[in-house]
């Protein structure tokens, strides 16, 4: 039904679910730096003050984003092998990494942790509690699943090349090809690994996850 003209249409209601999930968008395709307050009201048709009846600033703003980030990852059930828990959410944690790039640098450093951000972390402890771990082999356990899931994710994000075809080309074409003439066993490592057909670093995070869970494994079965 239309509305008759002279009466007002009222405006869409704030809320601050709508403006993390507009927040998150802005960062996702343009970067965290480029999410300003003033730019983040902008886009949601209002006036900058009125994030503040929300958020008071742009650090809570930021706290909700990350949560929103690991409301999003698969978490670990604690009846469940924990090998098998971890492998699955570790890698949820780098598909969910993939679709936030911007917000890797944050996961970990909230100092007002949201609901998810402790519910993620309350269902990885318990996961490995439940696995007879020791306290000490917890606390090593999951830092070091996190290390590497968080250390692949960065590489992946700062190499120079996507593709094994990129890379094969910044080998052939570039500089960087001719200095590995003086290195034998770089040159074997690129004949023998890049320059194979299909290569793809991001290949390498399963395997490698599977070493690191084996690592883990080894040490818990080696106390039994």
Known sequence: MAIPRGIPVPARKLTPQAVVTTALALADRHGLEALTMRGLARELGVEAMSLYHHFA???????????????????????????????????????????????????????????????????????LRAAGFTPEQVAHAYAMVDAFVYGFVLQEATLPFESGDEAAAMIEQDAFGEALASYPNMVW???????????????????????????????LSSTD
């Open 57 to 127: 600033s742009k650090d809570a703003l930021l706290d909700a984003m990350v949560d929103r980030v690991y409301a999003a990852i698969l978490l670990p059930e604690a009846s469940g092998q924990w090998r098998a828990e971890l492998r699955r959410r570790s890698v949820s944690v780098r598909q969910v990494l993939h679709a936030h790039p911007w917000a890797l640098p944050l996961m970990e450093s909230r100092r007002a942790p949201g609901p998810a951000n402790l519910a993620y972390h309350e269902a990885n402890i318990a996961c």
């Open 189 to 219: 490592f690129t004949q023998e690994v890049i320059l194979v057909p299909g290569y793809s670093f991001t290949r390498e995070f399963e395997p490698g996850l599977d070493l690191v869970l084996d690592g883990i494994q080894s040490r």
